[in-house]
């Protein structure tokens, strides 16, 4: 695990941020959070619902968030700027929450939002901490790119890609369980990992190795309950069973 960790790049550890789903469970009178996915950070989960739910005033939470990025910007000299672009998908329709944006090429601008250009830009290295950036000519402040529609950057469009590289809110599926299988593929029959957590925050659940080949495909009832005793021979609970 030390070996793991050793090798994570310090600019991940330091530029990048996330958000977290987590469920609260209680055991031994003690909450406790599991981390069940991660995602982007900088409130781009909440972007695209401020919209939806009028009843329950989520004007109040958008002008939170948008003093969460005045503060930011104001904080670390930058500017915070979203990558206006629909492509026809309703999932990158979203509430405006940044003062600037770069429009893609044929999507409308929005209405009194500070628009950069790509002749506005340049991409040059930060010779305080080594990184290459993104950063605005006039003011040589660093544009933080942070794309508000849900649209998968690996497989947007080359621009709208190479943007989506500038921004440290991008999201991510990670399991630290699942990269020690992988790094011990080969080299070590893992059966059964322990509880990962840090205090009361559970990162990887219990989790149990079972190959593929020991269950039967589910064609019927009998099929199903032959399954549960494979779990049942691994010690694995079955959920409502007592």
């Known amino acids: 695990m030390k070996n793991l960790i050793?090798?994570?790049?310090?600019?991940?550890?330091?530029?990048?941020?996330?958000?977290?789903y987590v469920q609260p469970i209680h055991e031994n009178d003690k909450v406790s959070f599991i981390i069940n996915k991660m995602g982007p950070g900088m409130?781009?989960?909440?972007?695209?619902?401020?919209?939806?739910?009028?009843?329950?005033?989520m004007g109040g939470l958008k002008r939170y968030i948008e003093k969460q990025?005045?503060?930011?910007?104001?904080?670390?000299?930058?500017?915070?700027?979203?990558?206006?672009?629909?492509?026809?998908?309703?999932i990158n329709v979203?509430?405006?929450?940044?003062?600037?944006?770069?429009?893609?090429?044929?999507?409308?601008?929005?209405?009194?939002?500070?628009?950069?250009?790509?002749?506005?830009?340049?991409v040059h290295?930060?010779?305080?901490?080594?990184?290459?950036?993104?950063?605005?000519?006039?003011?040589?402040?660093r544009i933080e790119?942070?794309?508000?529609?849900?649209?998968?950057?690996?497989?947007?469009?080359?621009?709208?890609s190479f943007l989506s590289l500038f921004s440290r809110a991008n999201g991510v599926e990670y399991s630290f369980w699942s990269k020690v299988i992988c790094e011990q593929k080969g080299k070590t029959n893992i059966s059964i990992l322990p509880r990962l957590s840090y205090?009361?925050?559970?990162?990887?659940?219990?989790?149990?190795?079972?190959?593929?080949?020991?269950?039967?495909?589910?064609?019927?009832?009998?099929?199903?309950f032959t399954n549960l005793d494979v779990l049942r021979h691994r010690g694995i609970k079955i959920e409502n069973e007592k």
């Open 6 to 20: 050793d090798r994570i790049p310090k600019e991940l550890l330091n530029e990048s941020q996330y958000s977290m």
């Open 43 to 57: 409130y781009r989960h909440f972007s695209r619902y401020l919209n939806l739910f009028q009843d329950y005033n």
């Open 69 to 90: 990025y005045q503060e930011f910007e104001k904080k670390n000299s930058v500017i915070l700027m979203d990558i206006n672009a629909i492509f026809g998908l309703n």
């Open 94 to 122: 979203h509430t405006n929450v940044l003062k600037s944006e770069f429009t893609y090429p044929r999507s409308c601008p929005n209405v009194g939002v500070r628009q950069i250009r790509l002749n506005d830009i340049v």
């Open 125 to 141: 290295r930060n010779l305080n901490d080594n990184l290459i950036g993104l950063y605005e000519k006039k003011s040589d402040k």
């Open 145 to 160: 790119i942070v794309p508000l529609g849900f649209l998968f950057s690996m497989i947007a469009p080359q621009m709208y």
């Open 199 to 224: 205090k009361n925050i559970i990162i990887d659940r219990k989790t149990w190795c079972v190959k593929a080949g020991e269950f039967n495909n589910i064609d019927s009832m009998e099929d199903f």
